[in-house]
């Protein structure tokens, strides 16, 4: 349910949006206008003397007014001091929170806490979407993790895909270091046949390299509020990256698993296992800095929607 | 005007005290009206009372948002006088009615009186018939009556008619009343949610599914093979083909009991509502689905059911045991009381979340057992357009054993599978809206056989709909989906048949073809693939008669609803019999026709009854025009 604060956060993350996309009209509803050729050519003007107008039913009328004038009222877009008939083109928001979890590995590695959201406003073909996600985690006086943020505009192409396109920011952060990173991002995100919900992107960062994600999920419902959601997440990069410590070629593989009980349909606790592995190149660059390539952690946390 | 000693818990009105009774009445609300709704904070949902409209003075409503109980939580109800429902509002056919609503809220308001032929300025629908009512002001309905049966009447403004914002509407015949009856009960269906509307339109709008609580699951995967004597692999074997077409079996309903209390004459199941009849009286029962979302499947259990009315028409009657009423469809069945016991009115909603309940008995304080609840239904491959050919052993059926059906719907035994003549099926043209044939060239279009089924066109209808299905057919013989398996005698389409034949039944000479198109998981719904914001109105040229094909692609039911005309329903029996509706429920993969003679200049509303499908859409405007040569008119302006 949501809440008076809650409410405050996505009207922040709506300020937000609209700051950044320059006014409301950037991702306003279709024009009713567009379609304004081809449809009515096809429309023939008529002959006045029909045979049908001799036989004109009759009509009871408004008060006060003439046949002739109510068929031109017909004519007529209403009044302006009308209200909308229909309020079918709303603006909505909505933020979720797929993951805000605790990591614990098994492996004596430290722990670690990370997340993954995604918030959308807009309308129902045109959309501004925030996607990201980030792992953090500590030793001692060592802090470390790493982050992205997307920032994209979205357009639903087909009843289950949208397509989007915009900008991420990315960082990697530890001790001392911060590094950060921009690339333009394309995406399509939805739902494949066989219910999996699938995010594929791929950016250009400002070395020109090309990376890669692809995300799937299923959820396996057992019960009506018990799901069981199976996730893949692969990273692809087209050259070596030094500063990210990835190689070319699939740089890693996330295979995770949670076991989540939805209290309402917008909050969901629940508990999982992840697996990720650094893999070619990338694992051997971490084996290299002596780190471990594959780690696994058991994990808590809870999923929640706000809008 | 009352009816028994305890009557005045329900609107029972015995035909001969009525017209003493409604004076009285009358004088008693003006008065005391809005003043005892001050009074009582506590006010309890199910008391309203019975007015008037066609005496001279005219008659008062005052709407009015205040705390309501229902079934024991306090709601923020819309109230008329004071109740909710609103009175059962009288008229009679000829006269003049005249009502004066005053709106007593903060939000603008407004009456559409459903299925009544009036002129488009008194027809109540803000934004194309009238500006609305604002706060503290008072609107005057002024309309000649020009026919009789059973309606209703509702908001037309926002989602206001979830919150009770409904009542019944019954006009006496200026003729002596073909239908005999000694004692007549109003049952107003409807659905209630201690949400705010807007809310659960958010909710549809981001988290699909979001009140579904019956979907497929690992653990009612044997109770599917119990149900469905099929085998485990079979079932599994179909889940995942649901699943491949990314589709939901059990999406029957967009909201459900989850959170919905239903309701009848604004009491819950446990209120029981009792209703009173002495052995050997004839009852009529005149009952409107007010309901926002919620289809019902009505019947008295233990006693046949003749259907009299359809959408205030009379129809030749028909005997069966239980019938489905769509969303704002009105049916009146007679009902004879054969002994001293009670017995349970029962309506279950269609997709099994729920039911709303009352009792016939025929004194106070006796009620009847409480039928067992059905299985929830599961569409099918049919529901898909896939049923008559190769895909047809993917059809999996209801959860119920009996796969043989009783209904003989002419689908069910092949009479038309993929493979028939190609006179049967044909291919509409896509997108025609406003295509338009020269008068020269209109011929009288065929009034009897016409196709079985359509062809989906090679048209795409975009983003904002998901069209599974590759045929549409006839089904005005079929019970509906989850009925008619289980040995009832079920109500179908194909048996109205109207008892006079109306004065207009020229056979048209247009057609416009309207696919029902939605996105169930972005809950965008509309027609053609566009919703209202982005159409353009829907022209009839005035007197014409023309014919409307709808074809439904989505996977849901839709009724669909045309103001201020009727709508003549094919059901493939002799033209001349075809009921008239205000309403038409158009099933899932259905071919549905309807002939219309435009006869109300203006602009009018023509919308799926589902409120929330309406509002996220599914709407035209409708101009009923000199001719159709000008330019077409911006819905949205």
Redesign the interface.
């Known amino acids: 349910m949501?809440n008076p604060k809650r409410r405050d956060v996505t009207r922040i993350l709506v300020s937000l949006c609209v700051l950044l996309a320059g006014g409301p009209n950037a991702w306003a509803?279709?024009s009713?206008?567009q379609h304004g050729d081809s449809?009515?050519a096809?429309?023939?003007?008529?002959?006045?003397e029909?045979e049908?107008?001799s036989?004109?039913?009759e009509?009871?009328?408004?008060?006060g007014?003439t046949?002739d004038e109510?068929?031109?009222?017909?004519?007529?877009?209403?009044p302006d001091?009308?209200?909308?008939?229909?309020?079918?083109?709303h603006l909505?928001a909505?933020f979720i929170v797929d993951q805000l979890e605790y990591r614990y590995d098994l492996q004596g590695e430290p722990d670690a806490v990370g997340t993954e959201f995604s918030a959308w406003f807009g309308g129902?073909?045109n959309r501004l979407w925030l996607k990201g996600e980030g792992e953090a985690s500590w030793q001692g006086e060592d802090f470390e993790g790493e982050s992205d943020v997307d920032l994209l505009y979205g357009r639903?192409?087909?009843?289950?895909w949208t397509a989007q396109a915009g900008v991420q920011y990315a960082n990697v952060w530890g001790g001392e270091n911060y590094r950060d990173f921009w690339a333009a991002a394309l995406a399509i995100q939805g739902?494949a046949?066989?219910?999996f919900e699938v995010d594929a992107s791929i950016y250009v960062t400002e070395k020109l390299n090309l990376l890669a994600t692809f995300e799937a999920e299923y959820d396996?419902?057992?019960?009506?509020?018990l799901v069981l959601q199976p996730r893949t997440e692969l990273r692809f990069s087209a050259r070596d990256s030094d500063a990210r410590g990835i190689g070319a070629g699939m740089n890693s593989v996330v295979v995770d698993l949670r076991l989540r009980y939805a209290l309402w349909?917008?909050f969901a606790p629940y508990l999982g296992a992840r697996f990720e592995a650094l893999v070619f190149g990338t694992g051997d660059m971490a084996a290299a800095a002596g780190e471990d390539n594959s780690r696994f952690f058991v994990l808590g946390g809870v999923r929640f929607?706000i809008? | 005007m009352m009816n028994g000693p305890d009557s005045q818990r329900e609107n029972s009105i015995s035909r001969r005290g009525f017209v003493a009774g409604a004076a009285a009445g009358l004088a008693s609300l003006k008065i005391a009206g809005p003043l005892w709704a001050r009074t009582n904070p506590e006010l309890r949902a199910g008391k309203f009372g019975a007015l008037d409209a066609s005496t001279p003075g005219g008659i008062d409503l005052y709407i009015e948002k205040q705390e309501v109980r229902v079934d024991e939580k306090i709601g923020q109800a819309i109230t008329i006088n004071g109740g909710f429902p609103g009175p059962v509002i009288r008229m009679k056919e000829g006269d003049d009615a005249l009502i004066r609503v005053h709106n007593r809220m903060h939000e603008s308001t407004s009456i559409h009186w459903h299925g009544i032929l009036l002129p488009f300025t008194m027809d109540g629908v803000p934004g194309i018939s009238f500006r609305g009512i604002a706060p503290g002001e008072t609107f005057t309905y002024r309309f000649k009556v020009r026919q009789n049966g059973t309606y209703w009447y509702h908001s037309h403004t926002g989602m206001q008619e979830q919150l009770g914002h409904y009542g019944q509407l019954i006009i006496e015949p200026a003729q002596p009343d073909p239908v005999a009856y000694d004692v007549e009960h109003t049952i107003v269906l409807s659905d209630w949610t201690f949400e705010d509307p807007h809310t659960a339109m958010k909710k549809l709008k981001t988290i699909e599914g979001y009140y579904n609580f019956q979907r497929p699951t690992l653990a009612n995967l044997s109770a599917q093979v119990e149900a469905t004597g099929e085998s485990l692999g079979e079932v599994i074997s179909k889940r995942l083909q649901w699943n491949w077409m990314r589709m939901d079996p059990t999406d029957i309903a967009d909201i459900t009991g989850a959170t919905f209390t239903y309701l009848l004459n604004g009491r819950s199941a446990a209120q029981n509502p009792t209703f009173f009849a002495r052995p050997g009286q004839k009852v009529r029962f005149r009952i409107t689905n007010a309901s926002t979302m919620t289809y019902y499947d009505f019947r008295v259990e233990g006693l046949p059911l003749t259907v009299v009315q359809a959408d205030g028409q009379n129809v030749e009657p028909v005997e069966v045991d239980e019938l489905r009423v769509a969303v704002a469809e009105t049916y009146d069945v007679l009902v004879t009381m054969p002994d001293e016991k009670a017995y349970t009115i029962f309506a279950e909603t269609m997709d099994r979340s729920g039911f709303a309940r009352g009792t016939l008995a025929p004194r106070p304080g006796m009620s009847a057992a409480i039928p067992a609840r059905r299985h929830r239904p599961m569409l099918t491959m049919a529901d898909m357009g896939m049923m008559h050919g190769a895909m047809e052993g993917m059809d999996e059926g209801d959860e119920t054993k009996d796969m043989e059906s009783s209904h003989g719907a002419h689908a069910m035994n092949g009479e038309h599978k993929m493979d028939d003549k190609p006179s049967t099926s044909v291919t509409y043209p896509p997108h025609d809206e406003r295509r338009v044939a020269p008068i020269k060239e209109r011929k009288p279009l065929p009034i009897q056989n016409l196709p079985e089924m359509v062809q989906h066109g090679p048209d795409e209808h975009g983003a904002a709909s998901i069209a599974m299905a590759m045929h549409a057919y006839r089904r005005f013989d079929e019970p509906g989906i989850g009925l008619g398996k289980d040995g009832r005698r079920v109500l179908t389409y194909g048996q109205l048949k109207a008892l006079q034949t109306p004065p207009d039944r020229r056979p048209p000479t247009r057609e416009i073809n309207l696919h029902l198109t939605g996105n169930m998981h972005k809950y965008i719904w509309g027609f053609n693939g566009k919703k209202w914001s982005e159409s353009k109105m829907i022209r009839f040229k005035f007197g014409e008669r023309l014919r409307i094909n709808f074809i439904n692609d989505t996977m849901m039911s839709h009724p669909i609803h045309l103001h201020g005309m009727w709508m003549d329903l094919y059901v493939g029996h002799d033209y001349a019999k075809n009921p008239r509706k205000h309403t038409v429920n158009v099933n899932p993969a259905e071919l549905l026709t309807v002939d219309i003679s435009a006869d109300a200049p203006g602009q009018w509303a023509f919308h799926c009854h589902l409120l929330y499908h309406m509002e996220a859409g599914m709407f035209r405007t409708v101009a009923v025009v000199r001719d159709l040569s000008g330019e077409p008119i911006d819905a949205k302006s």
């Open positions: 949501p509803q279709d009713p206008h449809e009515h096809e429309e023939s003007p008529e002959t006045p029909v049908s107008q036989r004109l039913p009509a009871e009328l408004p008060a007014m046949l109510v068929l031109a009222r017909a004519e007529e877009p209403p001091d009308y209200p909308d008939a229909i309020p079918d083109d909505r909505f129902d073909f639903l192409i087909a009843p289950f739902l046949p066989g219910m396996v419902r057992i019960t009506q509020r349909r917008e929607a809008y």
